[in-house]
């Protein structure tokens, strides 16, 4: 399937299906390329500010256009589950593997 991506309704432990995703990778990489976005109170890459504080130079993101397989394991407690190619699926998974730094359970399962 291509096109829309259905995400569960949330409220607890994430119910995506894997029918209702795309078999493209979901992450989303930077390109190089610098865009300027307004209204923006904060927004992840900023590398340089203007005199208006509103204004922000960011790095445009696009979606991965590897072929990709629903993910179970590698989703945040507060996430929704993935569809990863094999190059972005062992970050997520290390990182959800990981202790919380202030319970010590799994990320995946924390809730902090």
Not at 25 to 31: D, Q, S
Not at 80 to 95: D, F
Request: glycine share 10%; net charge positive.
């Amino acid at each position: 399937m291509t096109g829309k991506v259905f995400l569960c309704k949330g409220g607890g432990l994430c119910t995506c299906k894997s029918s209702h995703r795309p078999d493209r990778c979901e992450e989303r990489v930077r390109t190089g390329k610098m865009i300027q976005e307004k209204g923006l109170e904060y927004y992840l890459g900023h590398e340089k500010y203007s005199k208006d504080p509103k204004e922000r130079w960011v790095y445009e993101l696009v979606r991965c256009k590897n072929k990709g397989r629903f993910r179970l394991n590698c989703n945040g407690f507060f996430e929704h589950r993935m569809v990863l190619c094999n190059k972005h699926y062992p970050k997520h998974k290390e990182w959800n593997d990981r202790a919380c730094g202030i319970c010590g359970s799994p990320h995946r399962s924390c809730c902090c």
